[in-house]
């Protein structure tokens, strides 16, 4: 079983949803969802700066066969080699599937499985915990506990809540977020104490300077230098320049993001033409998200940022 102490020595640093790569004819591309992961560790991630977390909302897992999900979580372990980090997505509505990935996951070296509620339904307290306890009934993999509030299920998790989750041995982290800002504070209070936190909210600097592990941002898949950069700062504890060099290009970024988010769902989508920008295989998407929102004057302005960040990024370095 992994304990937190090994959950806070592993899980460090900058927690990256890696991008599924689908193929034009709408297949499943093992071959560069491994590259793409094997590219970000070539640019310099180890444990201790990265996080990989295979197949999830941003792997567009939702959109996938287990059979897919199973392949993509390979090819990331593949490329890490146990060099980085993994969190895996397990989730799903049907338990005996989640239980299936969690056991794939120990079978291909994969630590740490993200574990949320059945997240189409209205979440009741008593159904997640149940739903945690019976997964963990069946494997030994480490479980991130999951406040997945801004898509499926919509459920903000309350502290009591997550308190049962965490007396559950497989509970060694949490990946945190909340709607709520004091529910998101509280959170870090109380599992900061208890178990690896991940924040999956908007507060970056400050939730290191509260103790978080580390943070989840989609901008490595395409430019990880920066991300890095902002690490090295807030563990220099230059909380000042930190939030300078990370809002000077999360700004801009945000903003293309939020053009894209408005038109179509899903979390790939935003990310794939940065990555095309980089010279990265990025790849179609499959509905519901639509690559015709991403217009050729909204993938020039993407250029445009990247190159112009990049080259601040060289300067500073």
Known sequence: MITVERAKQRLQGVCIPLA???KEDGSLDVDSTR????WIIDQGAREGNTIFIACGSGGDFSVQTTEERKQAISAVA????????IIASVQDTDIRQTIELCQHCEEVGVEFVQMSSAYYYDVLPGDIVNWVKECAKHTDVGFAAYSHHYSGSKYDMTMDVADQLLDIPNTVAVK????NIGNYLEGFRRF????AVVNNGPLTIYGHVLGCNAWVSHV????PQHSWHVWDLMKAGDYVEAQRVYDEFMQPYNRMRGQVSRETAGEGIFVKPWMEAAGLVGGPSRLP???EVVTNEMRAEIRTILEEARARESVAV
């Open 220 to 223: 490595p898949n395409f430019f």
């Open 35 to 38: 590259a793409n992961a094997q």
């Open 20 to 22: 599924t790569i689908f």
């Open 192 to 195: 900061v104490p208890r178990a």
């Open 78 to 85: 593949e490329a890490s080699a146990g060099r980085i980090p």
């Open 176 to 179: 945190w977020g909340s709607p």
């Open 289 to 291: 998200s639509r690559d």
